[in-house]
């Protein structure tokens, strides 16, 4: 006899015994009143404060965006009513598709039902359709992007993260009328560094290769329009494919792609993960229109989070908590251990009414375990400090290092290093 359920049970019990057995908060949040939120424990229910939210900017609760949303809703019913191919292509969806492909500078764009489905079947597809390609794929890529490189079946090649040398050195070494796919993203988002996309395009063009950036924790939060890190690099025209996501800063759900007409026709008429299954509901399409539209001319909510990332940085080092060095609005802190940043996680919410997921193996390697901060527009100066108390005292509480308190690890941990506390700047 099979034991199936012990098959099962075993799994699981495999990831308790490594102390990265996920529990998900039951959570409720509250529109208008972002990050506040209830937070339901059995029977008890109270409200915390989320601090690690990808609602980035707060528009998952902007008046333009839950109006649109609202409206369309009354106005076209709730689904979509099935795939495109068979029922046909809902008018929101197409005003969608036009606002995406301006936001980037592109011919065309094209939408699916997550982020993680856009690259996992545009990135497959891509790379079937070029004859012989090879896929250079940044060794710290999304779980997407690795499914989409995996499905394609396409040879492939992991260059070092961020490394220009390495890829040039794999270019170098391909076959020049090889058909080559960079595949990369511009922020990475346990780390919160930015991908040299400059140098990382000129060696495309020089080796004669096409480019794929998922902009998927930039877009609505960088360049002058939200168009992401290479609109602010001056970089769009420049990329063949930008891959971005709805469901982060634009705070509704939904994934894209933008490109030429041919690779979007391509994409649209060949990926199965966009054909076989329902498309996004005219709501939800008509939503994140409403939030791109305001976000490519409103930079309020990009200022705010830009502000208030800073401080919390700022503020952090100072209290000697031990901030990854990041170059973007995301806040890791090094824990360095999956139990201690489960711990540290349950006393922030269980004292402190303070809600951070522990980021464990295999989101980050074994060792650079962390607690992820994503301070937003909506997180003021009296929420950072009220933060950065609860912080020190669980530090010290579950016995975590500060900085300084354990060199070892810190030498160990790739690219640790910590913010040098500015006593002159505050
Ligand atoms: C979240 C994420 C995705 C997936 O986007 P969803 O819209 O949430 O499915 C893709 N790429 C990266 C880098 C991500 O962090």
Redesign the pocket.
């Known amino acids: 006899m099979i034991d199936y359920q012990g098959h099962f049970e075993s799994a699981i019990e495999a990831l308790h015994v490594e102390k990265r057995y996920r529990v998900f908060a039951d959570l409720e949040r509250i529109a208008g009143r972002f990050p506040a939120a209830v937070w339901r424990n059995g029977e008890e229910s109270r409200e915390i404060t989320v601090w690690c939210s990808?609602d980035y900017l707060g528009m998952g609760q902007h008046e333009s965006v839950v109006s649109a949303m609202t409206s369309t809703v009354s106005a076209l019913g709730s689904g979509a009513g099935g795939t495109r191919n068979i029922s046909g292509t809902s008018h929101p969806l197409v005003e969608l598709e036009r606002e995406l492909a301006d936001l980037h500078g592109k011919e065309a764009a094209l939408v699916f039902t997550?982020?993680?489905?856009?690259?996992e079947a545009s990135i497959s597809t891509i790379a079937k359709l070029l004859p012989d390609c090879l896929i250079l794929s940044d060794e710290l890529?999304?779980a997407?992007?690795i499914e989409g490189v995996r499905k394609s079946g396409a040879r492939k090649q992991i260059f070092r993260h961020n490394d220009v040398a390495h890829l040039e050195e794999l270019l170098k070494a391909a076959d020049r009328d090889r058909p080559k796919l960079v595949v990369f993203?511009s922020v990475?988002?346990m780390d919160g560094d930015i991908a040299p996309i400059a140098e990382i395009v000129a060696l495309a063009e020089r080796y004669n290769a096409m480019t794929y950036i998922?902009e998927?924790?930039a877009v609505g939060m960088y360049g002058p329009r939200g168009g992401g890190i290479a609109e602010r690099e001056g970089l769009s025209h420049r990329l063949d494919v930008i891959?971005g996501?709805?469901?982060?800063a634009f705070g509704v759900?939904?994934?894209y792609i933008a490109g030429t007409k041919a690779v979007i026709d391509a994409v649209r008429s060949y990926a199965p993960g966009f054909i076989f299954t329902t498309a996004l509901p005219p709501a939800l399409a008509a939503a994140a229109t409403a939030s791109i539209r305001h976000l490519k001319t409103s930079q309020v909510e990009r200022d705010g989070q830009q502000r208030q990332a800073a401080r919390a940085k700022a503020v952090f080092a100072e209290a000697g908590l031990p901030v990854m060095p990041s170059e973007t609005h995301i806040v890791p802190l090094l824990v360095g251990d999956a139990d201690l940043c489960k711990q540290a996680s349950d006393h922030l919410l269980e004292t402190h009414g303070i809600y951070i997921q522990p980021i464990n193996y295999p989101t980050v390697p074994r060792g650079t375990e962390r607690l992820r901060i994503t301070p937003t527009p909506l997180h003021d100066d009296a929420l950072i400090d009220t933060l950065r108390e609860a912080l020190v005292e669980t530090f010290t509480a579950i016995g975590i290092p500060f900085v300084g308190e354990r060199p070892a690890l810190e030498a160990r941990s790739a690219g640790f290093m910590p913010l040098v506390v500015s006593k002159a700047g505050g």
Do not use: P
């Not at 997550?114 to 690259?119: A, L, Q, T, Y």
């Open positions: 990808n997550s982020g993680f489905v856009s690259n890529n999304h997407s992007m993203e990475y988002s998922d998927v924790h891959e996501t709805l469901a982060k759900l939904g994934g």
